[in-house]
């Protein structure tokens, strides 16, 4: 059936034993089909990519063969044995571990005991604190990780925290380690630190399933690549040789073209202006720009070097101790959110599960929060329901929203469809000033598409766009400006002549080094 | 309710996923309501009387009060432990105010209702605005808040009656507000009639209401949209605290004294109206409708088991092991979401 399977993509032998292999394993939950008759198969040895959209099954499949999950029905061989995965600590006993995206560590406690956390070491029934420690040190000694193992983990940045979190599936002999989107959250310098890792692992023949949408990766580390689609095994190819068309062309079932639209800007009068803004934390220092109408400009920068929080402070989020900021001509600095949106300025955040979305809530209300003061959807003191309900199923059907149930629970769509929930809120009422933080954070690659456009729209009806994200393309597709970040001041500021990746890089580190 | 438990018959039939999937989107209160009535039906023949049955309506309205308020605070995200405080706090100063109004101007009657009224109220109320204060403004737990408050309160209800009855308040409050009828309806149940519908427009017919279930289900996002997110948590304890200082009030016309001790029982009894009507205590999920059913709920129980001659002692026993249970069930359902998500 299929025939690319028996290309030889791995460097390894091919008739080594496959250290998994899953035969026609599905998945049912009460009502839904998550898997639907998969085969996989992982090598020892080698990087195995495992690619399709928001709930095409990857997660469900990964939570299975780490044992967190039991299939419906199918069989799962290990190193040529059927076996059954009761339980993540089955799993593990045969040297299989996850790291999943959510983060299993518990904050108050310090790294060695995170890591150790379910299988300490006891002597008399006494907790062996010392070994306990020196091992943890030896594991993150070997990984490379420069983390004192009695830190605090609510100490730690999310980087850290996603190290210890890799650490923690060394603890016992490995086999298969598989992570899910493990570098979302890592710096350029700690993805390269995990990737050598990867390297001397598959080295010592060890097999890694692994979660991306990041198509750089797949091409570095990757040596085969399994696509899912609607929870169906599509496809096995060839990580080096197959053409970024084609992967999306086998994840989404349809040929999509070029994922950033084509923008022609014609920036008009200035929105925002900003003058020497600085927070009391410094996580922003002095920083001037200015936005206009029409445009869009992209903020670049690392994780925590002051792009987000620029915006957030303009907002009124975050709470400014000097600078000016200046929207449509008036001064709107120590101005609440509320007050902001009724000017007409939303700042839309980046972590739409935290800090985006009442998850249990319908998208409905999720789409209208903002917009409860509006005229559309009020009737004197009252709400109108009606208002709210038109305003609401035009917006889904602009946006394809997918099932398009608007009561239906946030928590219940996928990556893709709760962000599209969020952004819908930027239409409902008009702003002339819109903030998207890191749109496209774990947003598969067609709907990807569908919020470029989304936004470009935005651009050409005369609205200022700041678009704050942390992938380069983004910034360098999107925007006709950009400024370039670095620890809380801005680095560059880039027009889009010099808008390249070059550019836009040399920015990243430039003072680092000095 | 009737419909409720028509659907919940129609289920028995069907397939257990049939009743999972019910089960998800009702909750446990259509079954446990069904259960009850079959129960106490077989216990006792005076159990399914229509006179019994408004029995059970007049005597749950009050927790029934309490519970409307406690709704908001968990919605919220938290919850208020002081509503019991509350009702003494506004029984014990709204039959005192009440008492010296008549004692000094006898003619005045309905004058002393009212001082009394709104001095009970008031007073009641004012526990709600510093749970507010600390909750909204200082960050306090509510679950620190509250009790705090609630000993607060106790206190000071106590000290002021020196832990005695308060007598002398006129008999009409009694023969009005705790005894009267109006087309055959107990005042009770028309005041808490009048509190319920106005809540429900409140809640879901103005953008107000909204913003409870907004800033319960996500504060960082409600914030963000620009609802004013200290506002609403501040409102939320001082509406919880009018609600229980209604009820307070309504329980002093049917005593005719004013005490310190009632409402002990009404922290268990509303959070546990509301949990086992599906409000979810991590803020965010809850119906009004469900809450005055919940509310029902453990009114027929004590009635229920008053009739089949339960000793009181138990009767507590079995209150304590239906709370339990309901959030038991809530997090049961919360794993069946779950899997029905993927």
């Given at each position: 059936?299929?025939?690319?399977?028996?290309?030889?993509?791995?460097?390894h032998?091919?008739?080594?034993?496959?250290?998994?292999?899953?035969?026609?394993?599905?998945?049912?939950?009460?009502?839904?089909?998550?898997l639907?008759?998969?085969?996989?198969?992982?090598?020892?040895?080698?990087?195995h990519?495992?690619?399709?959209?928001?709930?095409?099954?990857?997660?469900?499949?990964?939570?299975?063969?780490?044992?967190?999950?039991?299939?419906?029905?199918?069989?799962i061989?290990?190193?040529?044995?059927?076996?059954?995965?009761?339980?993540?600590?089955?799993?593990?006993e045969l040297?299989?571990?996850?790291v999943f995206?959510e983060?299993?560590?518990i904050?108050?406690?310090?790294?060695?005991?995170?890591l150790?956390?379910?299988a300490?070491?006891?002597?008399?029934?006494?907790?062996?604190?010392k070994?306990?420690?020196?091992?943890?040190?030896?594991?993150?000694?070997?990984?490379?990780?420069?983390?004192?193992?009695?830190?605090t983990?609510d100490h730690?940045?999310?980087a850290?925290?996603?190290?210890?979190?890799?650490?923690?599936?060394?603890?016992?002999e490995?086999?298969?380690?598989?992570?899910?989107?493990?570098?979302?959250?890592?710096?350029?310098?700690?993805?390269?630190?995990?990737?050598?890792?990867i390297?001397?692992?598959?080295?010592?023949?060890?097999?890694?399933?692994?979660?991306?949408?990041?198509?750089?990766?797949?091409?570095?580390?990757?040596?085969?690549?399994?696509?899912?689609?609607?929870?169906?095994?599509?496809d096995?190819?060839?990580a080096?040789?197959?053409?970024?068309?084609?992967?999306?062309?086998?994840?989404?079932?349809?040929?999509?073209?070029?994922?950033?639209?084509?923008?022609?800007?014609?920036?008009g009068?200035?929105?925002?202006?900003?003058?020497?803004?600085t927070?009391?934390?410094d996580?922003?220092?002095?920083?001037?720009?200015?936005?206009?109408?029409?445009?869009?400009?992209g903020f670049?920068?690392?994780?925590?070097?002051?792009?987000s929080?620029?915006?957030?402070?303009?907002?009124?989020?975050?709470?400014?101790?000097?600078?000016q900021?200046?929207?449509?001509?008036?001064?709107?600095?120590?101005?609440?959110?509320?007050?902001?949106?009724?000017?007409?300025?939303?700042?839309?955040?980046?972590?739409?599960?935290?800090?985006?979305?009442?998850?249990?809530?319908?998208?409905?209300?999720?789409?209208?929060?903002?917009?409860?003061?509006?005229?559309?959807?009020?009737?004197g003191?009252?709400?109108?329901?009606?208002?709210?309900?038109?305003?609401?199923?035009?917006?889904?059907?602009?946006?394809?929203?997918?099932?398009?149930?608007?009561?239906?629970a946030?928590?219940?769509?996928?990556?893709?469809?709760?962000q599209?929930?969020?952004?819908?809120?930027?239409?409902t009422?008009?702003?002339?000033?819109?903030?998207?933080?890191?749109?496209?954070?774990?947003?598969?690659?067609?709907?990807?598409?569908?919020?470029?456009?989304?936004?470009?729209g935005?651009?050409?009806?005369?609205?200022?766009?700041?678009?704050i994200?942390?992938?380069?393309?983004?910034?360098?597709?999107?925007?006709?400006?950009?400024?370039?970040?670095?620890?809380?001041?801005?680095?560059?500021?880039?027009?889009?002549?010099?808008?390249?990746?070059?550019?836009?890089l040399?920015?990243?580190?430039?003072?680092?080094?000095? | 309710?009737?419909?409720?438990?028509?659907?919940?018959?129609?289920?028995?039939?069907s397939?257990?996923?049939?009743?999972?999937?019910?089960?998800?989107?009702l909750?446990?209160?259509?079954?446990?309501?069904v259960?009850?009535?079959?129960?106490?039906?077989l216990?006792?023949?005076?159990?399914?009387?229509?006179?019994?049955?408004?029995?059970?309506l007049?005597?749950?309205?009050?927790?029934?009060i309490?519970?409307?308020?406690?709704?908001?605070?968990?919605?919220?995200?938290?919850?208020?432990?002081?509503?019991?405080?509350?009702?003494?706090?506004?029984?014990?100063?709204?039959?005192?105010?009440?008492?010296?109004?008549?004692?000094?101007a006898?003619?005045?009657v309905?004058?002393?209702?009212?001082?009394?009224?709104?001095?009970?109220?008031t007073?009641?109320?004012?526990?709600?605005?510093?749970?507010?204060?600390g909750?909204?403004?200082?960050?306090?737990s509510?679950?620190?808040?509250?009790?705090?408050?609630a000993?607060?309160?106790?206190?000071i209800?106590?000290?002021?009656?020196?832990?005695v009855?308060?007598?002398?308040?006129?008999?009409?409050?009694?023969?009005?507000?705790?005894?009267?009828?109006?087309?055959?309806?107990?005042a009770?149940?028309?005041?808490?009639?009048?509190?319920v519908?106005?809540?429900?427009?409140?809640?879901?017919?103005?953008?107000?209401?909204?913003?409870?279930?907004?800033?319960?289900?996500?504060?960082?996002?409600?914030?963000?949209s620009?609802?004013?997110?200290?506002?609403?948590?501040?409102?939320?304890?001082?509406?919880?605290?009018a609600?229980?200082?209604?009820?307070g009030?309504?329980?002093?016309?049917?005593?005719?004294?004013?005490?310190?001790?009632?409402?002990?029982?009404?922290?268990?009894?509303?959070?546990?109206?509301c949990v086992?009507?599906?409000?979810?205590?991590?803020?965010?999920?809850?119906?009004?409708e469900?809450?005055?059913?919940?509310?029902?709920?453990?009114?027929?129980?004590?009635?229920?088991?008053?009739?089949?001659r339960?000793?009181?002692?138990?009767?507590?026993?079995?209150?304590?092991?239906?709370?339990?249970?309901?959030?038991?069930?809530?997090?049961?359902r919360?794993?069946?979401?779950?899997?029905?998500?993927d």
């Amino acid at each position: 059936m299929n025939t690319s399977l028996h290309h030889d993509a791995g460097a390894h032998a091919q008739d080594a034993r496959p250290l998994i292999k899953t035969r026609a394993v599905s998945k049912d939950y009460p009502g839904v089909r998550a898997l639907d008759g998969v085969d996989f198969e992982l090598r020892p040895g080698e990087v195995h990519v495992l690619f399709g959209e928001n709930g095409a099954g990857k997660s469900t499949l990964i939570s299975i063969l780490a044992g967190a999950n039991q299939p419906s029905s199918g069989t799962i061989k290990v190193r040529g044995e059927d076996t059954h995965l009761g339980s993540v600590h089955e799993a593990r006993e045969l040297g299989i571990s996850a790291v999943f995206q959510e983060f299993s560590l518990i904050p108050q406690m310090t790294v060695a005991e995170n890591l150790f956390l379910g299988a300490e070491h006891a002597r008399y029934g006494f907790l062996d604190k010392k070994r306990l420690r020196r091992e943890a040190e030896a594991i993150l000694d070997e990984l490379g990780f420069h983390i004192a193992p009695d830190q605090t983990v609510d100490h730690l940045t999310r980087a850290e925290q996603q190290m210890v979190e890799i650490a923690k599936a060394f603890r016992d002999e490995l086999s298969v380690l598989i992570l899910d989107e493990p570098t979302a959250s890592l710096t350029n310098h700690e993805t390269d630190q995990l990737f050598k890792l990867i390297g001397e692992l598959t080295a010592r023949g060890v097999g890694i399933v692994y979660i991306t949408h990041r198509m750089a990766e797949i091409r570095r580390i990757g040596d085969r690549i399994t696509v899912l689609r609607d929870g169906r095994y599509i496809d096995t190819v060839d990580a080096k040789t197959t053409s970024e068309d084609e992967l999306v062309r086998l994840m989404t079932g349809r040929m999509v073209g070029a994922i950033f639209p084509k923008i022609s800007f014609t920036p008009g009068e200035e929105v925002l202006r900003v003058e020497g803004l600085t927070t009391p934390d410094d996580a922003v220092r002095d920083v001037s720009l200015t936005v206009r109408a029409g445009e869009i400009v992209g903020f670049a920068g690392l994780v925590g070097s002051g792009k987000s929080e620029t915006m957030q402070a303009c907002f009124g989020a975050r709470s400014a101790s000097a600078g000016q900021v200046t929207y449509k001509g008036q001064p709107i600095d120590g101005a609440s959110p509320g007050a902001n949106i009724r000017r007409g300025f939303l700042y839309l955040p980046a972590d739409r599960r935290t800090e985006g979305l009442m998850m249990m809530r319908s998208v409905r209300e999720n789409m209208s929060l903002a917009a409860l003061d509006a005229k559309q959807v009020r009737n004197g003191p009252f709400l109108s329901r009606s208002g709210e309900v038109a305003m609401v199923s035009d917006l889904a059907d602009r946006l394809n929203l997918s099932p398009n149930r608007v009561e239906r629970a946030v928590d219940h769509f996928s990556g893709g469809n709760q962000q599209k929930a969020m952004l819908a809120r930027s239409l409902t009422r008009d702003f002339d000033l819109i903030v998207f933080d890191e749109p496209t954070v774990g947003v598969d690659v067609g709907t990807r598409a569908s919020i470029y456009e989304f936004i470009a729209g935005l651009a050409g009806q005369g609205v200022a766009v700041v678009l704050i994200s942390s992938d380069l393309p983004e910034i360098l597709h999107m925007s006709n400006r950009a400024f370039v970040f670095y620890r809380g001041a801005v680095q560059a500021e880039l027009p889009a002549s010099e808008l390249t990746e070059e550019n836009v890089l040399s920015h990243f580190f430039e003072r680092e080094a000095a | 309710m009737a419909d409720e438990a028509a659907t919940t018959t129609a289920s028995r039939r069907s397939a257990s996923d049939m009743l999972k999937r019910l089960f998800v989107r009702l909750g446990i209160l259509p079954f446990l309501l069904v259960i009850a009535i079959i129960v106490f039906t077989l216990m006792s023949d005076n159990f399914l009387t229509g006179r019994n049955l408004m029995n059970v309506l007049r005597q749950s309205v009050y927790l029934m009060i309490v519970s409307l308020g406690q709704m908001l605070a968990l919605l919220t995200g938290g919850f208020d432990l002081s509503v019991g405080t509350i009702l003494a706090i506004s029984s014990v100063v709204g039959a005192m105010t009440m008492a010296s109004v008549y004692a000094m101007a006898p003619d005045m009657v309905w004058l002393a209702i009212l001082l009394g009224c709104l001095g009970g109220i008031t007073a009641g109320t004012m526990i709600g605005v510093v749970n507010g204060v600390g909750v909204a403004f200082f960050n306090v737990s509510p679950f620190m808040m509250s009790l705090g408050m609630a000993s607060v309160g106790f206190g000071i209800a106590l000290y002021l009656t020196g832990g005695v009855p308060v007598y002398g308040m006129p008999v009409a409050f009694g023969d009005v507000f705790g005894f009267g009828t109006m087309l055959g309806i107990p005042a009770p149940v028309w005041v808490a009639a009048g509190l319920v519908a106005a809540l429900y427009v409140f809640l879901y017919q103005t953008p107000y209401g909204r913003y409870f279930y907004a800033v319960g289900g996500n504060l960082k996002a409600a914030s963000l949209s620009g609802i004013n997110t200290r506002g609403t948590l501040f409102f939320t304890y001082v509406l919880c605290a009018a609600f229980a200082a209604i009820a307070g009030m309504l329980l002093t016309a049917r005593l005719d004294t004013g005490e310190a001790n009632i409402g002990a029982s009404m922290p268990l009894e509303s959070i546990a109206a509301c949990v086992i009507a599906g409000v979810s205590l991590r803020g965010g999920v809850g119906r009004l409708e469900n809450v005055v059913l919940g509310a029902l709920f453990i009114g027929l129980v004590q009635n229920g088991m008053n009739l089949a001659r339960i000793e009181s002692y138990l009767q507590t026993v079995v209150l304590g092991a239906l709370l339990i249970l309901a959030v038991i069930a809530d997090q049961i359902r919360l794993r069946y979401v779950a899997s029905l998500k993927d």
